[in-house]
């Protein structure tokens, strides 16, 4: 597998070009670190990985630092499509292929719990962020037959998931894609990722959290704290640690897990509203390199995909404006209806694991040490698990089922 990126990429390095989101606003304030401090956590990551974390644990009235070496939510958060899925990159039938049924379906299920965790903590603060409920629609890709969703459909419904199965007929007349078949199912949103991370901080920030400006640079892991030490020489001492660097990291917590490849999405110039499909579903393709879609609030769609294995953060930048094309021609095939010019275009980093599930919980060795990173299509709705899990962690309340995603792990099946 290709390394995931080093530490010292900045976050130019993770995205290129323009994403829709913000809406202009400016996210909280960081703090410059003038002097050495103490806490309970110190979460080191201001995206929305972060932002979930901190909140959460300041919600349970622990003192937490956020440190960000750069501005918050603008790394990959920005870069984001934000499709805020229970269903996981990986198909229930190829994770039944890694993991067994049993455990494939409570992966599943877990899943499409912390996609409603997540809705409900959203509604909960009132956190503008512009969150719609969506229903999805997993479609075949373009060269592929109805019957290679029959088999996952079914392990769904055994595994008591919602969905129905949408033969060719029922797709093109109750959504009008032209695919051979689909598995339509509720339970999904969609939202501006960096105004949904920068409402979780400010959240934080209003019951005591501290957002420093800081470059975490060193881990001292001792037996009742860890002593982070900033570039400038600074001190946190923390009891916990939580990384929520996305996709940088240290080197003590790389393993062959995980890699970073390139994605690339564009968003269009508003459409008319019959220009845009019933119920404003979510569409993703069943395919590796999918193809993956949703509209916004003002009527954009928003398509990406086009992903390849470039690491190099200049190579990315210069593939836009061929990807751009690739993904207006894409969206013209699926959905010939929509206006497909783009109107803002961008790239991004993307981190993805060999089982599609994310890392969560304490670096190899150094338990005070937690690692919040979650890779893949669903990425958010795994920041949201690693928000509650790590929790647990430092209150000392892990269950069994975490291993299924520690950094350590071993997968059966691959
Ligand atoms: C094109 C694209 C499309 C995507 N689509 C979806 C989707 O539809 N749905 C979905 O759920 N997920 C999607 N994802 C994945 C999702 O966006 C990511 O999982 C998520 O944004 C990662 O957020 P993060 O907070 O972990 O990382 P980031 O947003 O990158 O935040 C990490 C922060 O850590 C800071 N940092 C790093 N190192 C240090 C250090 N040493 N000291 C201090 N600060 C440091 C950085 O400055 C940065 O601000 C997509 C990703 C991409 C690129």
Known sequence: MLDIMPDDQSQDDLHAGSSPWGRGRHGPQTRPLTESTKADVLVVGGGITGSMVAQHLAARGLDVVIADRERPGLGSTAASTAMLLGEIDR????????????????????????MQGLGALVAGLGIDCIFRNRPTLYITAEDMSGSALVEEHRLRQRADLPGVHLGHADLLSGFGIDRAAAIYSPGAAEADPLLMSWGLLTDAISRGARLLDANIKTYDHGPSSVVA???????????????????????????????????????????????????????????????????????????????????????????????????????RRLWPKAEPRAACSWSGAFGTTCDGLPLIGPVPSMPRILAAYGYGGNGITFSFMASRMLAAYIAGQQQSWFETFALDRDPPGL
């Open 91 to 114: 198909s229930l039938e190829e994770l039944t292929a890694v993991y067994g049924f049993e455990r494939a379906a409570a992966i599943y299920r877990r899943s499409l719990a912390a």
């Open 229 to 331: 030490v900033t570039d400038d020489g600074r001190v946190v001492e923390a009891r916990h640690v939580v990384l929520a660097t996305g996709y940088v990291m240290p080197d003590f917590v790389k393993n062959g897990l995980h890699e970073t490849v390139s994605s690339y999405a564009i968003a269009t110039v508003p459409q008319a509203d019959r220009a845009l499909w019933p119920e404003h579903a979510l569409i993703w393709e069943a395919s590796e390199d999918y193809l993956y879609c949703r509209t916004t609030a003002d009527g954009r769609i928003v398509i990406g995909g086009g992903d390849d294995a470039t690491t190099d953060a200049d190579q990315r930048a210069a593939k836009l404006a061929g990807k751009t094309w690739f993904l207006e021609e894409s969206l």
